[in-house]
């Protein structure tokens, strides 16, 4: 009853902001320009509008807003939108997750529950982020599932990254930075218009820092670069092409002990396993060494927006590609892992006009990847493999969206989409088995593996094929209280499709599938001076896709996925924006999360005993295989509560302005891994962000400084458990951080 209760005070809310607008509606006065909050214009629904106007959960970050949070790394984003962690591992894995619900796996081969969209373009890896979030327009952040308009995989939401498109004026900017951990960072683009039809714009960003771990892990050692071409010859054709590449030479992300687990706990279970006696006494020491992280991304493509007689039709046809080599090195356990990425998409949709009274987009999506990994894990005998699959992946869509214009007041939605994916596997898989009897080679190398007693090893082939469907969808409804005050509520699903791991089959996991339930207010009151966003949310969520060790054939046990839960998610999120006056603005956002497993149970293999997880751990009849029951435990990443509050003050110094901000963020206790092994949990926490800067009269440049964590907290980010040992180790966000920036315009 508790998600009803919160549906119904959103409600209530929403009706009596409505009434509160209404009176003031019979007085209209013009908002000033200096105290107005500004409108912020978003791609979301697939054609330009208001985030104010747009019936959605949506966090809207602009250049201004991105420049002052120094969001340069995909893990800076989550600073500012509660409900959307970002985590970078070690070897350059990214993990991206909406209240709770994404992608906790160390299998390549698994897709993303968050879909990542540079320019319109489907990104498949999400490393790929790392070097593309410089010259940027805006980032939106969709929460909840967008499986009409987006589809592929945004069964949590989807992150949109706008790169500045050149116009048709002549300028440039350039930023320089630098700070501890001897951070240097340059940044600059060039905008030339060659005709008032025809501009090209050329940018890029080289950054740098030192390890934020003693051992040289968590450095930065990126530089990028981005041409477009835009030709707009007439009002009806606009035309962009662009080409984008990145290289990252670092340690990359570095990991952690997780502090030791007392034995005499309640939560250790039966048994405490015998690989935490690695474990330091207390304390965080660097454990990743000899490692290294190369990166390599290259896309190209197009964007045409036509607008005909019909509508405007939209093509984006798009070519990426990412080379990464990687080795992570932990006391035990070495992973070395090469894997290529080839990607080429196609999308083309057709639009109406949005004031018509019934307007509607209808499209198509063709998408293809190959992918190839190569992975030699060692662990001795124990856990040592070779692994070499190549993954061609087949995706095909179609969508369409309508609204009608009920009255002036209430418009209705409905949108659907069909997907497809075909995927087909091939590969070899070796591994270690010495001192092998010859009796023994059938039970543990099985046909249509072969085993070699001279060299004690088995190799296996890897194969599979699978084709994965789903119809999405989505109902929604929308009513104007005021032109300041909307009422909305929405239905719909998403669909993140199944994959393989790299064992003998059966070697296949099924898809992941969620329904979503919103009803949400946006109000702008007093002039424009204050705005407040809230959403209830219910969210029903099946077939989580897991990655966990276990039971195999041949060599006994490996990292394997499945679907093993289901969960319900229910809860709140609030924003807020008040400026009292030309010179203070107070921003804040608050967001309330009930999240469990109504099923959660998995195979695990051990061979040290029961893992030290607060979950239920019992026997079963296969040796050394554990029965793991997380039933009634919180979703990972997903805090009961989360937010943070900004406040801003602007004020005139001779001929130039000054400004201040000083932002609080907090999150309260969650887990960072799926395991839910004790050293993944993070305690409740607050951090604390400051800038100040000084621009002068005639705007040419800006000087700031900042500090970021200045309490200096170590924050988990995400966690990996060692195979076999079953010792956790984490990954943490940046420490204190300070510096300088200046910006000048030209």
């Not at 046909?447 to 699978?466: L, N």
Request: aromatic letters at 8%.
């Amino acid at each position: 009853m508790r998600q009803v209760s919160l549906l119904t005070l959103i409600v209530a809310s929403a009706w009596a902001t409505g009434a509160a607008a209404r009176q003031e509606a019979a007085t209209p006065a013009a908002p000033a320009a200096d105290t107005a909050i500004a409108e912020i214009i978003v791609t979301a629904e697939r054609r330009d509008s208001s985030v104010q106007k747009t019936a959605a959960a949506i966090s809207a970050l602009t250049a201004a807003q991105l420049e002052r949070q120094g969001v340069t790394q995909p893990q800076d984003i989550s600073k500012a939108v509660p409900a959307l962690k970002i985590a970078t591992g070690g070897g350059g894995y990214t993990q991206l997750a909406i209240r709770g619900i994404g992608t906790l796996s160390g299998n390549a081969y698994s897709e993303q529950a968050v879909a990542s969209n540079l320019d319109g373009v489907y990104v498949p890896r999400p490393a790929e982020v790392n070097g593309v979030l410089f010259d940027l327009d805006r980032i939106e952040v969709l929460k909840g599932p967008q499986g009409t308009l987006y589809g592929r995989n945004a069964t949590a939401g989807a992150i949109n990254i706008i790169t500045r498109k050149p116009s048709f004026t002549t300028g440039g900017d350039l930023t320089l930075e630098a700070g501890n951990y001897n951070q240097r960072r340059v940044q600059g683009a060039l905008n030339l218009a060659l005709s008032d039809a025809v501009a090209i714009r050329f940018s890029g960003q080289v950054n740098r820092h030192d390890g934020y771990l003693s051992d040289g892990y968590d450095d930065a050692d990126e530089s990028a670069a981005r041409l477009q071409l835009r030709m707009a010859p007439n009002d009806a054709v606009d035309l962009t092409l662009s080409i984008d590449h990145a290289e990252v030479d670092a340690h990359g992300g570095g990991a952690v002990q997780s502090p030791f687990v007392d034995p005499g706990s309640p939560y250790t279970g039966a048994s405490t396993a015998a690989g935490q006696a690695i474990f330091v006494a207390a304390g965080l020491k660097p454990v990743l060494n000899d490692g290294y992280l190369d990166l390599k991304t290259t896309g190209a493509g197009a964007t045409l927006n036509w607008k005909t007689g019909l509508g405007t039709l939209t093509v984006i046809p798009a070519y990426r590609k990412m080379d990464l080599d990687t080795r992570q090195y932990a006391p035990g356990f070495l992973l070395e892992d090469s894997e290529t990425s080839r990607s080429r998409s196609l999308e083309a949709r057709l639009a109406s006009p949005t004031d018509a009274a019934l307007s509607w987009i209808v499209g198509a999506f063709a998408f293809a990847e190959d992918q190839t990994t190569n992975i030699f894990t060692d662990q001795s005998v124990t856990y040592s493999r070779v692994i070499a699959p190549k993954l061609d992946t087949r995706s095909y869509a179609l969508f369409g969206q309508a609204t009608w214009r009920a009255t002036d007041q209430l418009r209705l939605t409905a949108g659907v989409r069909a997907s497809r994916d075909e995927k087909t596997l091939q590969g070899t898989r070796l591994s270690p088995l010495p001192a092998v009897p010859a009796a023994a080679y059938p039970a543990v190398c099985p046909s249509p593996a072969t085993f070699s007693a001279s060299a004690g090893t088995c190799t296996s082939p890897i194969a599979g094929d699978a084709t994965f469907k789903k119809t999405t969808w989505k109902i929604a409804a929308e009513y104007d209280l005021t032109p300041s005050n909307l009422l909305y509520a929405n239905l719909g699903t998403g669909f993140k499709a199944g994959g393989f791991y790299s064992s003998l089959a059966p070697n296949t996991f099924q898809p992941e599938n969620l329904t979503a339930t919103a009803i949400g207010s946006k109000n702008r009151f007093l002039d424009n001076r204050l705005q407040i966003n809230a959403e209830a949310f219910y969210w029903r969520y099946k077939d989580k896709q897991v990655t966990h060790l276990g039971p195999v054939t041949p060599s006994g046990f490996d990292l394997i996925t499945e679907n093993a839960g289901k969960a319900t998610l229910y809860g709140l999120e609030v924003d807020m924006i008040w400026k009292p006056t030309a010179n203070d603005q107070i921003s804040a956002n608050l967001q309330y999360e009930h999240s469990r497993y109504g099923s959660f149970v998995y195979n695990q293999s051990t061979t040290t005993g029961a893992p030290t997880t607060s979950c239920k751990v019992s026997a079963t009849t296969a040796a050394s295989v554990v029965l793991v029951d997380c039933s009634g435990h919180r979703l990972a990443l997903a805090p009961t509560w989360s937010g943070g509050v900004t406040y801003s003050r602007g004020f005139d110094l001779g001929s130039g302005r000054v400004e201040a901000e000083i932002t609080e963020r907090f999150e309260s206790s969650y887990w960072v891994g799926d395991e839910q092994v004790l050293g993944q949990k993070q305690k409740a926490y607050n951090k604390t962000d400051l800038l100040v800067s000084y621009t002068p009269g005639d705007d040419r440049w800006t000087l700031s400084v900042y500090g970021q964590n200045l309490e200096n907290k170590a924050v988990m980010s995400s966690s990996f458990v060692q195979p076999v040992l079953g010792a956790p180790y984490v990954t943490l966000r940046p420490p204190r951080t300070w510096g300088a920036r200046l910006s000048a315009r030209f």
